[in-house]
Each structure stands twice: as C-alpha cells, then as structure tokens.
C-alpha cells in the first residue's frame, strides 16, 4: 500500500470538469477526457464527462476489490463495462465517439505496476538517480506534425501507426505503455493530466522541478504553478487553460516487502 496518497484536479474553465482522479490505498487513477471539438457528431448521447466518470468507476471498482488481473487486462474490462451501458443508445463506432486517456498505478507485493493509454504521464520518483518518465507520446507522433487536422485525428485515433484512447475498444488497453517496478528502489509516484505537464512541455520545467514541488508543497500548488504560467506566458497552442489534474503516491520503507 502507499503510505499516503494526495491530488488535486481544477477544470480549465466554467466546462464540467473533464479531468477524474479516483484512488485507494494501494492504486491511483487519473482519467483525462477528449473534449469534444464544436460542431462535431459525437454518435453519443453522452458527453465527455459521462464517458469519464462511468471508465473510472470500472476501473475503481476492480481495483478496489483487489484484482490481481494485469492492469491491461484490468483497462479492458473496465472499457468493455463501460460499453455495454450505452451500446445500445449510441453509435460506438463513431471515431468521434468520447474517450479518454488513462494512467494507473497500483502498488502489491513489493512492486509497483504502472499503465499509461495516452498522454497522461506517470513519473517515478527513486530513492536515488534520476526521475523516470512513463509517457504515451503516439499523439505527438502523427504524420505531418501539427496543428492536425479534425480528419487526420479521427482516421489515426486507436488505429495501427496512430494514437490509443480508452473509447469503445478493448483491445486499446493492450496497446498501454505498462512497466512494473521494485517498491524498495521507489519513494513514490506522481500521475498527471496533461493540463499540469504544459509545465514541462511548454514552460521550460524538468520534471524534477514538478516532483520536488508536488511532493513539498503538494498538488495544488502545482497546479498553481500552471495557472500562473499560462496567464503570464500564454498557451503554446490551444486553449488558455485545460483541466489540470495531479496526484502523488508516497511509498515508505519496508511498507511493501515482499512476504517472505
């Protein structure tokens, strides 16, 4: 299990907020809605939030209840649950059809498994070296770089040589970046939203610099740092501000050895 666990998340504007962080003693999960651009048929009734917060109640709900599954496996299941409530009300089939990113970590056994579907990162944090980067970069990857195109996103999303989301699909779970990692080398993890690394893709930051002022001033004033950066400098590109959302899974020595 962690020894504590922290997050905050804060919507970008007067919108829902898109953004869902959900966590027990031994996982965390952060949910990253698509939000949808105007003027576009969705083929669901739904909006973004829906899709959001039905995936991570799934997801909640078997890691709650101790699944031993991969966390892949776990995904699937969770997508694949998420679908049949509004299969029959809703054009699933739709490449517009809501989705979301996905980041997980869970913490068993003297290990601690992580997954990432899209560009929600998940950062490692050792007890000794560098900060190691778990990130899904396909998004950036397209052909022709950006800005994209409404119809280029719509033909490479959760396609071969594209980009994965957590939509309607299962199979997207096993196309996640996964990776486990000994507990004892780990003093935690930070998970985030796209929202908080503008810090790092944008403003310059090391992801160094976000993890000392998660883990010493929390995630809020991360989030702080943020705002202020993109009221100051501007957004690189898109919106002004996005649904931001941090957390942080404090691991303590000797709290998952291994049994004997």
């Avoid at 899209?118 to 070296?129: C, K």
């Avoid at 994209?148 to 996640?176: C, D, I, K, T």
Wanted: charge should be negative.
């Amino acid at each position: 299990m962690f020894a504590e666990i922290t997050y905050a998340t804060r919507p970008g504007s007067g919108r829902p907020n898109e953004d869902l962080v959900v966590a027990g003693p031994s996982w965390i999960v952060v949910l990253d809605g698509a939000t949808a651009a105007r003027g576009v048929d969705s083929g669901c009734v739904h909006d973004v939030a829906w899709l959001v917060g039905r995936l991570g109640g799934a997801l909640a709900a078997s890691l709650a209840a101790g699944a031993d599954a991969p966390l892949t496996e776990i995904l699937a299941h969770a997508i694949a649950r998420t679908a049949q409530v509004h299969e029959g009300a809703c054009d699933l089939g739709n490449p517009d059809s809501p989705s979301a990113t996905v980041a997980v970590v869970r913490a068993r056994a003297g290990r601690v498994d992580h997954l990432v579907l899209g560009d929600s990162p998940v950062v490692l944090a050792p007890r000794g070296g560098d900060v190691r980067v778990v990130a899904d970069d396909r998004l950036e990857r397209l052909p022709g770089g950006r800005p994209y195109s409404l119809e280029l996103v719509r033909r490479m999303r959760n396609a071969p040589g594209g980009f994965w989301v957590a939509a309607a699909r299962p199979e997207a779970a096993h196309q996640a970046v996964t990776g486990t990692t000994d507990a004892a080398a780990l003093r935690g993890v930070g998970v985030f939203t796209d929202g908080v690394s503008r810090l790092v893709d944008w403003y310059g930051w090391s992801w160094a610099s976000v993890l000392a002022l998660l883990e010493g001033s929390g995630p809020e004033a991360v989030i702080d740092a943020v705002r202020g950066l993109e009221s100051s400098s501007g957004p690189a590109r898109g919106k002004r501000h996005d649904d931001a959302t941090a957390a942080w899974g404090r691991l303590q020595d000797g709290c998952l050895s291994r049994p004997a």
